[in-house]
């Protein structure tokens, strides 16, 4: 949606329901492409107190996603620390609007930088992570998944081509066909060429749409998810989408740097799994869900200007092109780093292809 119809929604659903905005805090926009906005976040009040209203087109609001945070804020007995929901005030949903109001919750991230943490950092965002994973095994829900874990990579790689598409430059498109050329030599690899998952097909499972460093607030010692979004995923997304955020602002990093803290990383949720079964999992899905999350960087986030590859509605260029060779980097290490849990490379023409484009 544009940005000056979004704006009109804001206006209308504020006066409606009574909610004065904070003068001293912005609002934000998480952006789907070029002037293309999904909805408007703001922090205010109402006669509920502080509260941050969530406000757009209709959908915005998913009340089925409503009911599963319901039904995850009802199990009892959490251990802690596990990730706690903001109260839900208000919601609407309506032909051409919709809205929720959550309290608000203000706070410190996870971790004090949002490129480098220390090792009791990584253990506590690790324990956050499997004690949050072991409430929504308690979850009681009728919703199933609509496909399996095969499923899910192909359709979001397939996603991030066409959406890669839209972000016009002859550059541009000539590396979109390398970076798809690769997912295909990837997907085949992982799904057809080799057993790789057969022995560690992660299930789907319901988790959080978003797990990352900017996501989570801490407030009074508590982990908050303002803003959740509750869908399946494969197991262990979470932990690796928690990685990737963490590298979407590490391109100021050496690379050597970034692919040891990966290293540092994935040793760290995979030491927390309870079980060795668990453990062995872990280690073969990380890498394929990681290469998930990479290729939708390199076709879409960096070309596209997404968050916080942007500057005041605009590609910052110099940001996106440090970006991208951190993240070409870490595609090659992954290629190099994937076929030796099999015993095989077949990726040696890929990487080439990487080289070329780090010149």
Request: net charge positive; glycine share 6%; with cysteine.
């Amino acid at each position: 949606m544009k940005e000056s119809e979004l704006e009109k929604i804001y206006k209308k659903v504020a006066e409606e329901i009574g909610f004065k905005k904070d003068p001293v805090r912005e609002g934000w926009m998480p952006k789907l492409g070029p002037n293309d906005y999904k909805c408007k976040i703001v922090h205010g009040f109402t006669k509920k107190g502080p509260v941050t209203l969530t406000v757009g087109p209709k959908g915005v609001v998913d009340i089925k996603a409503l009911k599963l945070a319901g039904g995850y804020a009802l199990v009892k007995n959490k251990r802690s620390p596990s990730v706690v929901l903001p109260q839900v005030w208000d919601l609407g949903n309506h032909e051409d609007r919709s809205w929720v109001v959550r309290e608000r919750v203000e706070g410190r991230r996870p971790l004090l930088s949002s490129d480098f943490s220390s090792w009791n950092e990584k253990c506590k965002v690790a324990e956050l992570y499997w004690n949050t994973v072991r409430v929504f095994s308690k979850m009681e829900s009728e919703k199933q998944a609509d496909g399996d874990f095969e499923d899910f990579i192909r359709f979001r790689l397939d996603k991030w081509v066409e959406m890669g598409r839209g972000c016009k430059s002859r550059e541009n498109q000539q590396k979109q066909e390398t970076f798809g050329a690769i997912f295909n030599d990837v997907y085949r690899f992982v799904f057809y060429e080799t057993d790789f998952v057969d022995s560690a097909y992660p299930e789907m499972e319901l988790f959080f749409r978003n797990f990352g460093n900017t996501d989570i607030v801490i407030q009074d010692g508590k982990f908050y998810m303002p803003s959740p979004d509750i869908a399946f995923f494969p197991q262990f997304y979470g932990a690796v989408y928690f990685i990737w955020n963490v590298l979407m602002y590490s391109h100021d990093r050496r690379p050597l740097d970034v692919l040891v803290d990966i290293e540092h990383w994935r040793g760290v949720f995979k030491e927390s799994c309870r079980t060795k079964g668990t453990k062995e999992k872990f280690n073969r899905a990380f890498y394929v869900l990681l290469l998930e999350r990479v290729f939708g960087t390199l076709l879409v986030d960096i070309p596209c200007g997404k968050s916080p590859f942007e500057n005041e509605g605009k590609i910052d260029k110099i940001k996106a092109k440090k970006a991208e060779k951190i993240f070409i980097m870490i595609l090659k290490y992954l290629l190099d780093k994937l076929p030796t849990l099999v015993k095989n490379k077949p990726f040696e023409e890929d990487i080439k292809k990487l080289d070329k484009l780090l010149i």
